[in-house]
């Protein structure tokens, strides 16, 4: 495979997604982000939905609350804009055809946005049917916009509220080499 080549096409492909709502390249990715020589990029989407946070009581600090994470929930989106796929609690990545995997966070990186979500770097594993996203091996959450929790608004009297903060990413999937 000439390699020269697939990174020409990669960029060509990411080039013109920026031009419409779309993945963006990423760009300055931290090291402990990247994904393992035996691993290569398989798929790209873009991600657009809300980050779920609930107010709750923080665990061994009497009369404190905060916003935690309850789950995602987003439309995955190819180059061309057309839906092709879900992410949602898990956290879980889910295809048309019912595939899907579950991640888990391996690194994480601060956003170069203050207002972003972290970057992630994630194992995946299938958690369902053979199919478009069962063979994928990793998860890299990039080009966050969005999805911080509540910074104001959780306190006693509002335990058990929910805020559903709008977010978008790319997500990269990696398979094996």
Known sequence: MNCKLV??????????CTSMQGPAPAANVPDKLKPSANESLALVTYAKGVQIYECRAVKDRAGAYEWALVAPEADLFDAKGSKIGKHYAGP?????????????????ADAPRAD?????????????????FSKFTAVQRLNTVGGVAPTAGCSRSAV???ARVPYTADYYFLAAR
Do not use: F
């Open 116 to 132: 972003a979500i972290p970057w992630l770097l994630l194992t995946a594993k299938s958690d369902g049917p053979s199919g478009s």
């Open 7 to 16: 990174v020409s096409t990669l960029a060509l492909v990411l080039g013109a």
């Open 92 to 108: 879980h990545w889910e295809a048309p055809d019912g595939s899907k995997i579950v991640g888990t966070v391996k690194e994480r």
């Open 160 to 162: 058990g509220a929910t």
